[in-house]
């Protein structure tokens, strides 16, 4: 079911759970701003998730309410997984969803970061 992205932070969503250690995840990543994992259900050959280690429901949420230091940290953060990943010459997609028409499901912000093939079409028709 899409999350109502104006609802208050949730702190039992899935990703408060794996931030908190209480259910496992494959990282890719962690600084004092992001943690990466390799998504459950990926879509395509390199499928990660970056998370904000704030209590963030959506993108919205994220850019009203974060301190500068925590956008330009997880802003960065995405980036060099990117780079490590290496995806930079290849070409990847980051997609954030946001609320019910996105289809997010999970409410905390979360990018999604696909790559290792030609992604197609930038929607679903
Ligand atoms: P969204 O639809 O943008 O909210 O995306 C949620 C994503 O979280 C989906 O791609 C799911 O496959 C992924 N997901 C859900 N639970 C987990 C989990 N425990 N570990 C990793 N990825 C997950």
Redesign the pocket.
């Known amino acids: 079911m ?2 109502d992205a104006t609802l208050p932070y949730d702190e039992s969503n ?2 408060a759970r ?1 931030l908190r250690g209480e ?1 496992p ?2 990282k890719v990543y962690e600084d004092a701003f992001a943690l990466a ?7 395509a050959p390199t ?1 990660i ?1 970056v998370i904000p280690k704030g209590p963030y429901v959506s993108w919205d949420d994220f850019s009203e309410r974060a301190s500068d230091a925590e956008i330009a940290g997880f802003v960065r953060a995405v980036g060099k997984i990117a780079r490590d990943a290496g995806l930079v010459a290849p070409g990847y997609r980051l ?3 946001v609320g019910a028409d ?5 409410p905390h912000l ?1 990018v ?1 970061l696909f790559g290792g093939r030609r992604l197609g079409p930038m929607l679903a028709r």
Request: net charge negative; charged share 10%; hydrophobic share 40%.
């Open positions: 899409p999350i899935i990703f794996i259910i995840s494959r994992f390799h998504d459950i259900s990926p879509q499928h998730l997609l954030a969803n996105s289809g997010q499901e999970v979360h999604h």
